[in-house]
């Protein structure tokens, strides 16, 4: 049997690798049965940070798939751990509602309104986007504040093609004010070492499977695990081929992957 045989824990991304918004990709099922089949487990790592963990249980309960909150590991997790290491003093989130609460829930310091006070400046996916919290991204830019954000993705994919991403505003926001953030999730190791610790793989046993060189392929890469590509989101054979970094495996979407995967 083909190296995939030794993999036991699998990472995977959401959007554009298993579904797209509310539709399940074809094979996502089987795949998901066969590797409970061989003892193996799968955890869910996303860089969207617009949608708060729960949310995301439901919505795979809805396709069918029974996951619980322990399953996923997103970049607001990440962003949470570096955050609190950080002890500021007020944070303002730039993000959706659910972005906030997550934030919050996890005990730091928030605010939605620009205030006295503010060390930090945290961005994530915002689908809720209005002007005035880039003007207020801007004057606290300009006043030095420390600039995180949750994901450096340029896209997220949706039925009708693609809509801008944190990365796509945090480049906006570079034009106007000349500072970039740190970015915290996808194509950094630590969710895929988290994950890891959490899950209780070895690196020999892991895969994480995306959509996107960038982030997805390139967070496996710098964490030591062996990564595979589907091309059934972001990514297409043209990047691959411009690519410095490349996957251990390409497929053209979960099935052809689960089908190398059940090979004898």
Known sequence: MNGLAAK?????DMDGTIYLDDVLFDGTLDFLAHVRAIGGRA???TN???KSVQRYVEKLK????????????????????????????????LGTEAFRSQLLEAGLPVTERREAGIDCLCMGFDTELAFQKLEDACILLGQGVDYIATNP????PTWYGYVPDCGSVAEMLFRATGRRPRFIGK???EMVRFAMERAGFSPAETILVGDRIYTDIAAGVNAGVDTALVLSGEATMKDVEKSAVKPAYLFKNIREMLNEMTKI
């Open 8 to 12: 036991r824990l699998f990472l995977l």
């Open 43 to 45: 955890l869910y790592l």
């Open 48 to 50: 969207n940070s617009s």
């Open 62 to 93: 809805r396709m069918g798939i029974d996951a619980e909150a322990e399953d996923f590991y997103t970049s607001v997790n990440a962003t949470v751990r570096f955050l609190k290491e950080k002890s500021y003093r007020l944070i303002y989130a």
């Open 153 to 156: 993705d340029w896209v997220c």
């Open 187 to 189: 194509p950094q190791p």
